[in-house]
């Protein structure tokens, strides 16, 4: 079975700056894909950014950005000009490729970011 | 273009007792999956429904079931409840084949 690790509770970045948080996973997949997800007080998880494992570019939206390293099984999220708004829970989640059967999703326990002015 | 709406927002209710949650999914998504998540946790998958058919289930008992309708939105059902089933439980819609969730806001179920 997969597993998603998450090994900041919590992180802190001043506006403007940029903040790394850190995921980890395990698999014997070769092929599967990767999502962060961010959960805003309304609770909604809203996908920030997803990275197919067989691309070997590391995805980039605006200023969210990842850091994929498939031999160490890291996926990392690099939130660049950190803005108040980026203020939530985020979480690292795992799927394997579709075949047919569930395509469920497998989320780490979350890092809480705060934004501070 | 809808997205993914849940109801009720929240909910209370007393052990033993037994609840049904709603969720209507985006318009054009022909899949519904269902997770709990826990105070403090993140989502655990419950089960997925395509074609009004159970597609996968996570680790819960049989006393979590679901149903799926014709227009692809969803109810989740649990019968006897207990108070660690206290959690926000997350709807989200996808297409089977696809990797794009749409999730809804969830449902605060508290047991007492």
Same mark, same amino acid.
């Given at each position: 079975?997969?597993?998603?690790?998450?090994?900041?509770?919590?992180?802190?970045?001043?506006?403007?700056?940029?903040? =790394? %948080?850190? &995921? =980890?996973?395990?698999?014997?997949?070769?092929?599967?894909?990767?999502?962060?997800? /961010?959960?805003?007080?309304?609770?909604?998880?809203?996908?920030?950014?997803?990275?197919?494992?067989?691309?070997?570019?590391?995805?980039?939206?605006?200023?969210?950005?990842?850091?994929?390293? /498939?031999?160490?099984?890291?996926?990392?999220?690099?939130?660049?000009?950190?803005?108040?708004?980026?203020?939530?829970?985020?979480? &690292?989640?795992?799927?394997?490729?579709?075949?047919?059967?569930?395509?469920? %999703? !497998?989320?780490? !326990?979350?890092?809480?970011?705060?934004? =501070?002015? | 273009?809808?997205?993914?709406?849940?109801?009720? !927002?929240?909910?209370? /209710?007393?052990?033993?007792?037994?609840?049904?949650?709603?969720?209507?999914?985006?318009?054009?998504?022909? =899949?519904?999956?269902?997770?709990?998540?826990?105070?403090?946790?993140?989502?655990?998958?419950?089960?997925?429904?395509? #074609?009004?058919?159970?597609?996968?289930?996570?680790?819960?008992?049989? #006393?979590?079931?679901?149903?799926?309708?014709?227009?692809?939105?969803?109810?989740?059902?649990?019968?006897?409840?207990? %108070?660690?089933?206290?959690?926000?439980? %997350? &709807?989200?819609?996808?297409?089977?084949?696809?990797?794009?969730?749409?999730?809804?806001?969830?449902?605060?179920?508290?047991?007492?």
């Amino acid at each position: 079975a997969q597993t998603v690790t998450q090994s900041q509770p919590e992180m802190s970045v001043q506006e403007a700056e940029t903040v =790394t %948080l850190s &995921c =980890t996973y395990d698999t014997s997949e070769s092929d599967y894909y990767l999502f962060w997800y /961010k959960q805003p007080p309304s609770r909604q998880m809203i996908l920030v950014i997803r990275q197919e494992a067989y691309k070997q570019q590391n995805a980039t939206e605006n200023r969210f950005s990842v850091n994929f390293q /498939k031999a160490a099984k890291s996926f990392s999220l690099k939130i660049s000009d950190s803005q108040l708004g980026d203020a939530a829970m985020y979480f &690292c989640a795992y799927r394997s490729p579709s075949t047919g059967t569930a395509s469920k %999703l !497998t989320f780490g !326990t979350g890092t809480r970011l705060q934004v =501070t002015l | 273009e809808t997205g993914v709406t849940q109801s009720p !927002t929240h909910l209370i /209710k007393t052990r033993g007792q037994q609840v049904t949650l709603r969720c209507s999914s985006q318009s054009g998504h022909n =899949t519904v999956s269902w997770y709990q998540q826990a105070l403090g946790q993140g989502p655990q998958f419950i089960f997925q429904y395509y #074609r009004e058919e159970e597609n996968g289930r996570g680790n819960f008992p049989p #006393r979590f079931s679901g149903l799926q309708f014709p227009n692809y939105s969803s109810e989740l059902n649990v019968n006897a409840l207990e %108070l660690d089933d206290s959690a926000l439980y %997350l &709807c989200a819609s996808s297409f089977l084949r696809g990797d794009g969730y749409t999730f809804g806001s969830g449902t605060r179920l508290t047991v007492v």
